[in-house]
C-alpha cells in the first residue's frame, strides 16, 4: 500500500530555513506527480507546490513562491521541501501527497 511519511519540521525564527523530507513507499514513485499541502490552525488545505515525476516541472503557491523549493530523488523515492525566508504565516502541518493518498505530516511553526 502507498506510505508516504514526511519529516523535517520543527520550531524556527521568522527568516529561518527548514527542509521537509518524504519518504515513499508502495508505488512507482518516479511515476508520479507529486505535492505539498500544509494546513494552518483552524484554516483549510492549502495547496503550496508540485512537481511532475521527472523533477523537471515545478509548480507553487503565490504565498511561497520565490522561497521554497519542491525536488525529488526518484533513485531514493525521496520528495522534498527546501523553505528559506519561513514567515509566522507558514506555520501547518505539511503533508506529502500523491493524490489520493497523503502521508500523516510534519509541523512547522515559525516564531520567535
Known amino acids: 500500500q502507498v506510505q508516504l511519511v514526511e519529516s523535517g519540521g520543527g520550531l524556527v525564527p521568522p527568516g529561518g530555513s527548514l527542509r521537509l523530507s518524504c519518504a515513499a513507499s508502495?508505488?512507482?514513485?518516479?511515476?508520479?506527480?507529486m505535492n505539498w499541502v500544509r494546513q494552518a490552525p483552524g484554516k483549510g488545505l492549502e495547496w503550496v507546490s508540485r512537481i511532475n515525476s521527472g523533477g523537471g516541472t515545478t509548480y507553487y503557491a503565490d504565498s511561497v513562491k520565490g522561497r521554497f523549493t519542491i525536488s525529488r530523488d526518484n533513485a531514493k523515492n525521496m520528495l522534498y521541501l527546501q523553505m528559506n525566508s519561513l514567515k509566522p504565516e507558514d506555520t501547518a502541518v505539511y503533508y506529502c501527497a500523491k493524490m489520493p493518498d497523503w502521508g500523516q505530516g510534519t509541523q512547522v511553526t515559525v516564531s520567535s
Open positions: 508502495g508505488f512507482t514513485f518516479s511515476s508520479y506527480w
